[in-house]
């Protein structure tokens, strides 16, 4: 069994701004260097055998603090494009506020909580009001992230442990995807948040 361990970054100045964060990056705010620090800490006992990460800084960085905390600074952090948000296009940076109302505006109104079980809709709203081309449909982000999660579990050997440091959407996307039935009872994801995420070979569930 392969266990991921998916986090999400540190704050970020974005996030303490409370505004919408997708491809746009902005740096960790010391709150969330120090969140990231007692990540690692809080996962000392676990021996880490390959780290990956988006290719944002606030992803590496984040992965970079909790390895160094874990004791285990030498381990490479790989970046990888498929560990990215969803893009989120017209509301990169927006208020989150407004991104709320405006996706619930797009979806006839539903609260936030109820956008967890329909996340297809969810991106595919943002898409169809996209105005650079690179917001992509659930199927896209399904896609890429189950490419990243069997390419890099079958690389290691049963008994194996990876960070993978990514962002809200793309666990709520993980969640959506291994374990709909609790998607519900799912609420917002904090940053320096976790889950594990264990893989047989053939199928994932979450731990």
């Known amino acids: 069994m392969i266990t991921f361990y998916i986090v999400r970054h540190g704050q970020t100045l974005l996030n303490q701004l409370d505004r919408a964060q997708g491809w746009a990056d902005s740096p960790l705010t010391a709150s969330g260097k120090q969140a990231a620090k007692e990540l690692g800490k809080a996962l000392s006992s676990v021996a880490f055998q390959a780290a990956c990460t988006s290719d944002t800084y606030r992803a590496f960085y984040t992965a970079r603090l ?6 285990q600074p030498d381990i490479p952090i790989h970046q990888d494009t498929r560990l ?3 893009c989120l296009d017209i509301m990169e940076a927006e208020q989150n506020s407004i991104f709320i109302k405006r996706v619930s505006e797009w979806l006839g109104g539903i609260s936030f909580s109820e956008m967890n079980k329909r996340l297809p809709e969810v991106a595919t709203a943002i898409k169809q009001h996209d105005t650079t081309g690179m917001a ?7 896609k890429r992230l189950k490419e990243l999660l069997i390419s890099v579990g ?13 962002h809200a959407f793309l666990m709520k996307t993980v969640a959506y995807l291994f374990d709909f039935e609790n998607i519900a009872r799912l609420s917002k994801i904090g940053n320096a948040d ?14």
Do not use: A, C, H
Not at 66 to 71: A, H
């Open 66 to 71: 909790v390895l160094e905390e874990n004791s």
């Open 84 to 86: 990215r948000e969803w």
């Open 136 to 142: 992509e449909t659930f199927e896209q982000i399904s």
């Open 154 to 166: 079958s690389v290691y050997p049963d008994g194996s442990n990876i960070l993978v440091v990514t």
């Open 194 to 207: 976790r889950m594990k995420l264990l893989f047989d070979g053939q199928n994932f569930r979450i731990g």
